[in-house]
Every structure is written in structure tokens, then in C-alpha cells.
């Protein structure tokens, strides 16, 4: 069986024509060109003007080979000022992608290069860091290692997104007028003044009570704050799902993100076993299941052994805390597929530290005392809708340090926590030690605690933020400065 290509890639290197210092890092050759476009979808039967990320064929994306130069020129067709941001990568500070960090946004017409080594491989993805991103501008980022590309087996990228025909600014101003935490009868929590003793005691009083269900529905309380108008995989409601043939038999790699602002999902692969094979585009070590959760930002990779009957398989996305759900449908020559309903017939669960327990690194980090140990705590008031990282001033770091962040989740809602520029490996949950996955981007639930350690490998004034946008737009980024770095 030949391997699906489900991105038609390019590839080749990249970089940033920032400043005049940066030129000498450009590649020799022609670089490969990524626009930022409008487009008009059809969501719900009614025509909605999105962004995209388009290649100069008009397909949307980029791919690489492992070990490759990100050669990109990025261009900005639409009639505002944007910036894309690599998320998964680890290009130099100036290309990150944050307007004004330090690079400024790039201006109606501007175009930019980009020039950094693309990595060893995984499933990435880039995205605005403004307000943008909720209105599509995002697409997949995948880099391919020498055994993906042995692999007998097709490839399938799954991008989900949360859309709204009303803005973002729309959004958060409805979220700052209070409609949110109103309607959802919210606890207003900002627990930032606690000792570590009373918040640990808290934190394990409040879990206790959510597993009793003592206090009914609290476990999804603030599972979501905002409704959005359609869930969408590939750009397509489930009830137009996208139907992606396959063979009776065969092997299927799934590589599903979730480009979504405010939206964590489950997977759910039905009838079929899976196995989880990385996660932010790092290796772990194989998880079989039929459910995997994922937080904003996030993306897992998990291999499918479809049955040598073949049939039409859904693959869906269930919204935490909520019926409404997403996905596309993997069918075999003949099979007849169904419609299939966006709302489930009940809300799928909360998303916790199950699985983030459970993953183990394939390739984890060297074991070596920290050189610095952060606390930080994670509070909100869904009242005003204010949130932020207590500590979060103080990240420091020197090339060559290991780094280790405690955080504390002292809010009602989960919060998918995600450094710039690094990969981190969650080495504590909820108190236990473990050797847990190396990532880029790690979910907290209410009332939970995580610890991250990475090496400080690459010098910049790098973000560290909560990857719900309306989180992150509302006080909840932080940034992890280098030593000798304005």
C-alpha cells in the first residue's frame, strides 16, 4: 500500500528578513513562499470569511523531512497586520512569532524569510498569536522522520478548530461583560495569596469532591466558557464530514491538532483500537486505548489497524464537558457512510491528568538536579474574567541551566499551559514524581498541579502562556527570560 499524503508538502528552510542583521541567515536558494489569506467557508449552511495559511499551490500547511532548513517567506495578503508563530518548533527569539517579541507584526503587503533548522520531526502546527487565531489563521506544521516516511502506512492530519461567526474582540468583550460566568453560575476563585499548605489542602479537598460528585456538576463546571457555533474538523462540521478513503486492512497514522482557542476535546475512535505514539510531536511509549483527551494546542500522533473488513470508522471529537462534537470518517472502497449528528447523545467527561500520568518519554530528558525551581499558581475570577500566573514574573533562566516550573492550578477551569522555544518533560502530577512525556504544551485541570522541566538551550524572552486565547488575552502569560535578553 503506498502512504496517503494527506499535506502535499515542500520543504526546505526558512527565515526572517527582521532586521538587518538577521539577512546573513538566509538560505542561498529560493525559499518556499506561505501566505496569509481570506477565504470564505460555508459553516452551517451560511457563508463565513475566514484567514488561512496557503502554500503558492493554494493548499494549506507545510511539511518538512527531519533535519531540514525551515526556508520560509511568509507573506501577509490580507488588510491587516499579522505574524505566524511556529508552535512546536524552536526557531532563534526573533522568529518566534509573537508581534513585538521582538519582531514586530508584519504589515498589509509585507513579507518576511525565515531561516532556522526545522528539527528532529513531529506533528506541529502555526497559528497568529492575536486574536487572528480565532478566526482560522492556523494550519498544520508537520515534520516527517525517516521512519515515518519507511512506514507502510497512509497518513491522515486532523485539524480541529472552535468557530464563531462573531470576532474575537466580539468574544472577549462578551467574556468581560460577565454573560459567561453568569450563565454558568461559575465559582469567582483567585487563590493567588495562599500559602503552598492551604492551597495543597484545598486542592485535594476540592478534587475529593468533585470524584464524590458532592457538589453535583462541579467537575465540568468551567469545563467551557465560551458556545461557540460549529466544531470543525478539517474545516468541515461532522454533519459534512470529510470522508477520507482507505484500504481494507491498512495501516493509518492519525495526526490530529487541535488548533481550537477554547475547546479541549476527547478522541474517540469507536470500535477501533489505537495507539498513542507521540504527543506534541514527541515519542512516547505506545498507549493503547480508544479515548485520548486533548487540550488547545496540543497534538497527538496514534496509530489505527483498520479491520480487513473495511466500513465507514468515524473519528470523532467530543467537546469536553458538552454533547457537541466533530470529526471526519475514514471509509473503504463500498462502505456506505451515514450522517452522522453533531451532538452526541451525552456529554463527554472532564479532561484531567489520567493519561498525562500515564505517558512515559521515550526519549526523556537526563536526569540532573535543577539549577532554578519556580512556583507559580494559576488563578482566575470568572466574574471580571481575569486570569493570571502569581510568580510568573519572576522566570528567569542561563543558557545551559535546567529549569523547573511547579505550577498549582487554583482555578475552575483548565488551562493548557505552553513554552515558547523548548520542550519540556513533565516530571511531577498532582505530587507523584514520574518520567512523563516530553511536550510543548501541558493541560492543567481545576484544582491540579503539574511540574515541567527543560534545558535552557535557547536564549530569547520567551512566552509561557495559557493556550486558551481568551485565557491568554486576559492576563494569563508570563514569559521565561534569558539572562542578558531586553
Not at 541567515?25 to 460555508?42: C, I, M, Y
Not at 504589515?107 to 518576511?112: F, M, N, T, V
Not at 459567561?180 to 492551597?199: E, F, I, L, V
Given at each position: 500500500m503506498k502512504r496517503r499524503k494527506f499535506l502535499q508538502g515542500i520543504a526546505a528552510g526558512a527565515v526572517a528578513a527582521v532586521a538587518s542583521p538577521l539577512a546573513a541567515l538566509a538560505g542561498a536558494g529560493e525559499p518556499q513562499k506561505l501566505s496569509v489569506v481570506s477565504r470564505t467557508l460555508e459553516v452551517n449552511g451560511k457563508a463565513a470569511k475566514v484567514f488561512g495559511l496557503q502554500r503558492a499551490d493554494g493548499q494549506p500547511g507545510l511539511m518538512f523531512d527531519a533535519g531540514e532548513t525551515f526556508d520560509v517567506e511568509l507573506v501577509n495578503a490580507i488588510d491587516e497586520p499579522t505574524l505566524v508563530h511556529w508552535h512546536g518548533l524552536s526557531p532563534p527569539w526573533v522568529m518566534d512569532g509573537?508581534?513585538?517579541?521582538?519582531?514586530?507584526?508584519?504589515?498589509?503587503?509585507?513579507?518576511?524569510?525565515?531561516?532556522?533548522?526545522?528539527?528532529?520531526?513531529?506533528?506541529?502546527?502555526?497559528?497568529?498569536?492575536?486574536?487572528?487565531?480565532?478566526?482560522?489563521?492556523?494550519?498544520?506544521?508537520?515534520?516527517?522522520?525517516?521512519?515515518d516516511r519507511a512506514r507502510d502506512e497512509q497518513e491522515v492530519v486532523v485539524m480541529l478548530h472552535d468557530f464563531s461567526f462573531q470576532s474575537g474582540e466580539a468574544l472577549i468583550a462578551k467574556l468581560k461583560g460577565g454573560s459567561s460566568s453568569t450563565s454558568r453560575g461559575g465559582m469567582m476563585m483567585n487563590h493567588g495569596a495562599m500559602s503552598g499548605a492551604q492551597a495543597q489542602s484545598m486542592m485535594a479537598h476540592m478534587r475529593e469532591m468533585m470524584q464524590d460528585r458532592a457538589m453535583p456538576g462541579m467537575g465540568m463546571m468551567d469545563a467551557n466558557d465560551i458556545d461557540f457555533d460549529a466544531?470543525?474538523?478539517n474545516d468541515r462540521t461532522l454533519d459534512d464530514a470529510e470522508v477520507v478513503a482507505v484500504e481494507k486492512g491498512g495501516r493509518v497514522r492519525l495526526r490530529i491538532i487541535n488548533g481550537s482557542t477554547a475547546t479541549a476535546y476527547w478522541v474517540d475512535l469507536g470500535a477501533l483500537d489505537g495507539q498513542l505514539l507521540a504527543v506534541d510531536g514527541q515519542p512516547v511509549v505506545p498507549v493503547t486505548g480508544r479515548r485520548f483527551p486533548i487540550s488547545m494546542g496540543q497534538r497527538l500522533d496514534i496509530a489505527l489497524q483498520l479491520p480487513s473488513a473495511g466500513g465507514a470508522l468515524p473519528i470523532l471529537a467530543l467537546r469536553e464537558g458538552a454533547r457537541e462534537r466533530s470529526g471526519l470518517v475514514l471509509a473503504s472502497a463500498g462502505a456506505s457512510v451515514a450522517k452522522f449528528a453533531p451532538l452526541g447523545a451525552e456529554a463527554a467527561p472532564s479532561v484531567g491528568l489520567d493519561l498525562e500520568s500515564r505517558l512515559r518519554a521515550r526519549k526523556p530528558l537526563a536526569i540532573r538536579p535543577p539549577d532554578r525551581r519556580f512556583e507559580v499558581t494559576l488563578t482566575g475570577d470568572m466574574r471580571d474574567y481575569a486570569w493570571g500566573i502569581v510568580g510568573g514574573d519572576a522566570l528567569k533562566a542561563k543558557v545551559g541551566e535546567r529549569i523547573e516550573i511547579a505550577m498549582t492550578n487554583m482555578s475552575m477551569m483548565g488551562h493548557p499551559m505552553h513554552l515558547h522555544g523548548h520542550h519540556f518533560q513533565v516530571i511531577e502530577a498532582n505530587g507523584?514524581?514520574?518520567a512523563g512525556a516530553v511536550r510543548d504544551t501541558v493541560h492543567l485541570s481545576p484544582m491540579t498541579s503539574v511540574t515541567i522541566a527543560f534545558d535552557a538551550a535557547n536564549s530569547g524572552r520567551w512566552p509561557f502562556h495559557c493556550h486558551n486565547l481568551y485565557h491568554m488575552a486576559s492576563g494569563m502569560m508570563s514569559f521565561v527570560a534569558y539572562e542578558g535578553v531586553g
Amino acid at each position: 500500500m503506498k502512504r496517503r499524503k494527506f499535506l502535499q508538502g515542500i520543504a526546505a528552510g526558512a527565515v526572517a528578513a527582521v532586521a538587518s542583521p538577521l539577512a546573513a541567515l538566509a538560505g542561498a536558494g529560493e525559499p518556499q513562499k506561505l501566505s496569509v489569506v481570506s477565504r470564505t467557508l460555508e459553516v452551517n449552511g451560511k457563508a463565513a470569511k475566514v484567514f488561512g495559511l496557503q502554500r503558492a499551490d493554494g493548499q494549506p500547511g507545510l511539511m518538512f523531512d527531519a533535519g531540514e532548513t525551515f526556508d520560509v517567506e511568509l507573506v501577509n495578503a490580507i488588510d491587516e497586520p499579522t505574524l505566524v508563530h511556529w508552535h512546536g518548533l524552536s526557531p532563534p527569539w526573533v522568529m518566534d512569532g509573537v508581534p513585538d517579541n521582538p519582531a514586530p507584526a508584519l504589515k498589509p503587503g509585507e513579507s518576511r524569510r525565515y531561516n532556522f533548522p526545522v528539527g528532529e520531526g513531529g506533528t506541529h502546527w502555526m497559528h497568529a498569536h492575536t486574536l487572528q487565531e480565532q478566526n482560522l489563521l492556523a494550519a498544520p506544521l508537520i515534520v516527517r522522520r525517516a521512519e515515518d516516511r519507511a512506514r507502510d502506512e497512509q497518513e491522515v492530519v486532523v485539524m480541529l478548530h472552535d468557530f464563531s461567526f462573531q470576532s474575537g474582540e466580539a468574544l472577549i468583550a462578551k467574556l468581560k461583560g460577565g454573560s459567561s460566568s453568569t450563565s454558568r453560575g461559575g465559582m469567582m476563585m483567585n487563590h493567588g495569596a495562599m500559602s503552598g499548605a492551604q492551597a495543597q489542602s484545598m486542592m485535594a479537598h476540592m478534587r475529593e469532591m468533585m470524584q464524590d460528585r458532592a457538589m453535583p456538576g462541579m467537575g465540568m463546571m468551567d469545563a467551557n466558557d465560551i458556545d461557540f457555533d460549529a466544531y470543525l474538523a478539517n474545516d468541515r462540521t461532522l454533519d459534512d464530514a470529510e470522508v477520507v478513503a482507505v484500504e481494507k486492512g491498512g495501516r493509518v497514522r492519525l495526526r490530529i491538532i487541535n488548533g481550537s482557542t477554547a475547546t479541549a476535546y476527547w478522541v474517540d475512535l469507536g470500535a477501533l483500537d489505537g495507539q498513542l505514539l507521540a504527543v506534541d510531536g514527541q515519542p512516547v511509549v505506545p498507549v493503547t486505548g480508544r479515548r485520548f483527551p486533548i487540550s488547545m494546542g496540543q497534538r497527538l500522533d496514534i496509530a489505527l489497524q483498520l479491520p480487513s473488513a473495511g466500513g465507514a470508522l468515524p473519528i470523532l471529537a467530543l467537546r469536553e464537558g458538552a454533547r457537541e462534537r466533530s470529526g471526519l470518517v475514514l471509509a473503504s472502497a463500498g462502505a456506505s457512510v451515514a450522517k452522522f449528528a453533531p451532538l452526541g447523545a451525552e456529554a463527554a467527561p472532564s479532561v484531567g491528568l489520567d493519561l498525562e500520568s500515564r505517558l512515559r518519554a521515550r526519549k526523556p530528558l537526563a536526569i540532573r538536579p535543577p539549577d532554578r525551581r519556580f512556583e507559580v499558581t494559576l488563578t482566575g475570577d470568572m466574574r471580571d474574567y481575569a486570569w493570571g500566573i502569581v510568580g510568573g514574573d519572576a522566570l528567569k533562566a542561563k543558557v545551559g541551566e535546567r529549569i523547573e516550573i511547579a505550577m498549582t492550578n487554583m482555578s475552575m477551569m483548565g488551562h493548557p499551559m505552553h513554552l515558547h522555544g523548548h520542550h519540556f518533560q513533565v516530571i511531577e502530577a498532582n505530587g507523584a514524581p514520574l518520567a512523563g512525556a516530553v511536550r510543548d504544551t501541558v493541560h492543567l485541570s481545576p484544582m491540579t498541579s503539574v511540574t515541567i522541566a527543560f534545558d535552557a538551550a535557547n536564549s530569547g524572552r520567551w512566552p509561557f502562556h495559557c493556550h486558551n486565547l481568551y485565557h491568554m488575552a486576559s492576563g494569563m502569560m508570563s514569559f521565561v527570560a534569558y539572562e542578558g535578553v531586553g
